[in-house]
C-alpha cells in the first residue's frame, strides 16, 4: 500500500484445521498514534474465504495496540474461521505444494475509517514442488547422457554416440527453457515459480558458501558495493513478486525491495543480488576447467593401462591420437552449452553495473563466446558450401575431415546432412530470447509477448523444415518446441492483461507444473533408457538404423584405415589425389584448379592390377608370393614415373600428390570400429 502508515518486518500466518483457527505473527513499525480495526481477509486463487474483522481493544492478546503508537510493535492473535468455510476446502487442499493462498490484514483507523497499512503473507500447507534433490537428479542425468556418449564414441560407436549426445541437449535446452521462464518479471503463480526454480542450476545459479564469500570479497575490491538483502532481513522487507503485488514505500527505519525476475530467481536459492554474475560465471569456469582436466587424466590414464598391459592398444586409439583437437571440440560445446546463461547475466550485468571489474568480465566473456560460435558456425556453413560445389554432397568433406568433425562436430552432427546450417538460426533464437530476459526485467508483458512469438517461430521451424537426423529425433524436438510454446503461451495468461479471472490463472499454473512434469519424466526415462542401454549393450549400434544422409561412408579413423585401401580408393576415383580441400583452403584451391582443367590423376591400369592381385591373394590365404618384390618395385616404379593423360590430345606432366600403395605386404592391425569422431 502507498503512504502505508505501518512496516511489517515479520507476518507469519498459520492455520490450524483441527480447531478451525487461524494464528497470525506480525513485527513492525508504526508511524503513527490512534486507535485502529483490524480488517483481516484470507484469500484463496483470488476469492475471499474468510473475511472477520478484530477490535484491539476488545481483545486482551492485543491491548498492546490499543491505542496503535508511533513505535516498534508486535501483533499476534489469532481468530476462528466459520466451520461451513472450512467443510468446503477440499481436502487434496492440504496436499497440494505451493498453494495459491494469502492473508491480507487492513489496519483502520477507527476515527475515519480509512485504511492506514495493509501487510500481506502467503498462506500454505509446507509443501512445495522446489526440491533441491528434483534440482540435483535432474542435472546428474544430463551429465550421465553427455558423458555415455563420449564414451561411446571413444569406442567406436559414432551413430549411437550421436543419438545419445542429441537426445541429453535436447534434455538439457528443455530445462533451461524452464529456467528461463523463471528469469521472466511476470508475477506467476507460487506453483510455476517453485517449478522453475528447480532448474536456475542450468543458468549457473547454485548457492556455494565460500562461493558468495568470495563474490562479495571480489566485489569490494574492485569498487562496488554488495547488496545485503539477506544479512539485513530483520531490518528489510523482501517482497518474492507475486500475482497482485505492489512494492509498499519505506518507512522510519525499514527498507522495503521487491525482487523479480532474476533477483527473485537468486533471492529464492540464498544468493546476494549483486553476487548473482559472478557466481554464475565462476561456476561457467569450474565446468570448463574441470572438463579439460577430466579429458587430460583419461587421455594419460588409458596410456597408463596401455603401459601395464592393462587395455589393449587399438582402445580409444583416435582420441589417444587426436585428443588436442577433440578437446578443442568439447570445449566448444561447453561454450555452446552455456551460451544462453552467459548471454543473459552478462547482458543482465551491464544493466546492474555492480562493479567495473565485473563489467569488464561480462564484456570479455559475451563478446568472446560470440564471436567464437560465429566463427565457428562459418567455418561450418564454408565447409559445407565447399563439399557441395566440389562433390554435391554437404556430408563429404562434413564428415570425412576428421579435424573439422572432432572441433566442429558439435554444431551439425543432430542434424541432417543437408540442413547442416541449422544452427545458425538456433544460435540467433537463444540470442535474442536471452536479450529480452536481460533487458527486458522492467517489462514482463515486453518479456512474454516476445516468448510467443519466438517460440511460436521455433516450432513452425521445426515442424516444416525437419532438421534432425531422423524421426525419432526430429520428434523429440518437435514436442520440446511444441511444450516451450504453450509454456509462452500460458506465460502470456500470467501477466493478467487479457483480464483472466485469478482463479483461472491459478489452475493454469496448475496445468502449467502437471503439463512440465510429465513430459519432462517422460523425456529423462528416454535419455536413461538410452544411456544405460548404450553402455550394457555389446553392439549398441544395432539399436539405431544407419543415417539416411550417408555420412557412414565419409566416416574413417586417422589411424586405422590400411594403405591397401587407401590406394584402392584412390583407383576407385579414376587415381585422384588422396588429398582434400578441408582445413587447408589451398587445398580446396588445387583441387577446383583440378578440376577446372579437366585433369585426372590415372594410373593406371598398373595399379588397378596391382592392388587386384593383392587381394585376390589374400583370399586364397595371403599367398603373397605369388608378386614378387621386384615386380612389386617395377609396378611402384611405373606408378610413380609414368605419365598422366589429360582427356585432350598430348601428354603432360603430372600434377599434385599421390597416394600409392605399399610394395610390400603389411601386418594388419586388429580389428577396430572406424567409424569414430568426438564431433558426436
Known sequence: MKNSSFA????????TANNDTVNFDIDGISQVTTNVVLDIEVLGYGYTIAHPTIDP??????????????????????????????????TPIYYIPDLDLKVRVWINSTDTGNPIACVEADLGNGKTVHQKSVAWTIALIVL??????????????SNTATHLASNALSLFSYFQAQAFVGLTSVATPPIVRAWTQNFQWSMGIIRVKFLQQVATWYQRATGGKPSTYLSTLSTTSVHVQKRSNTMQNAVENMNFVNVKGIERAGFLENIEVTNIFLTSYIFFLVFMLFTAIGVLIFKHGCELLIRWRKMRPERFLDFRKGWTVMLKGILFRIVLITFPQMVILCFWEFTRRDSTAEVVIAVTTVTSMIIALSLASFKVWQYGRRSIKLHHNPAYILYSDLKCLNKWGFLYVQFKATKYFFIIPLLLYTFVKGLFIALGQESGVTQAVAFLVLDLSVLIAISVIRPYMNKKTNGLNIAIAAINFVDALLLFFFTGKLGVPALAIGVMGVFFFLLNVIFAIVIIILVLWTSISAILSKNPESQYQPMQDDRGSFLKSQSNLNTELDALGVTARGGRSGRMPLDDDGHGRESMGMQHLGMRNTGSKDSLSLEKGRFEGMRDGDRMSDVTTGSLRNSRSKLLRSPSPMHGNGVERRVGFERTASPLPRTQSPAVNWQKGVGY
Request: hydrophobic share 45%; aromatic share 6%; proline share 7%.
Open 8 to 15: 511489517a518486518s515479520k507476518f507469519r500466518v498459520t492455520f
Open 57 to 90: 481493544c476488545k481483545e486482551k492478546k492485543l491491548a498492546g495496540i490499543c491505542p496503535m503508537n508511533a513505535a516498534p510493535i508486535q501483533i499476534k492473535s489469532n481468530f476462528p474461521v466459520d466451520a461451513d468455510s472450512v467443510k468446503k476446502i477440499p
Open 144 to 157: 550421465l547422457g553427455l558423458v555415455a556418449s563420449a564414451i561411446i564414441s571413444g569406442l567406436g560407436h
